[in-house]
């Protein structure tokens, strides 16, 4: 069975940094692609970052030039590194995997607050 927990999340000010980190367990986690969504009140969920096995990477144009996707397959996890943080980008943040690899259960994702 597969688990996503993510962690790291937090309340800071606006222009302010967190690093999310996402343990998966379950599967072989260098063969899947992965990915971080977001899901704001009142919003769809929406993909933010992708990272595909073989590194190639992908953002959100909302979070380009802000945040930064990464994976360690050593130790099962994936990170996002979010700077320059602004009130929108106020949600909880979910990892996941994507269509070519495959999704897995959601977790319970990390809330973010971004205050201005």
């Known amino acids: 069975q597969v688990q996503l927990v993510e962690s790291g999340g937090g309340l800071v000010q606006s222009g302010g940094s967190l690093r999310l980190s996402c343990a998966v367990s379950?599967?072989?986690?260098?063969?899947?692609?992965m990915a971080w969504y977001r899901q704001a009140p009142g919003k769809q969920r929406e993909l933010v970052a992708h990272?595909?096995?073989?590194?190639?990477?992908n953002y959100a144009d909302s979070v380009k030039g802000r945040f930064t996707i990464s994976r360690d397959n050593a130790k099962n996890t994936v990170y996002l590194q979010m700077n320059s943080l602004k009130p929108e980008d106020t949600a909880i943040y979910y990892c996941?995997?994507?269509?070519?690899?495959?999704?897995?259960?959601w977790g319970q994702g990390t809330q973010v607050t971004v205050s201005s």
């Open positions: 990272i595909t096995r073989s590194d190639s990477i």
């Open positions: 996941n995997g994507d269509q070519h690899t495959g999704y897995f259960s």
């Open positions: 379950g599967l072989i986690f260098s063969r899947y692609n």
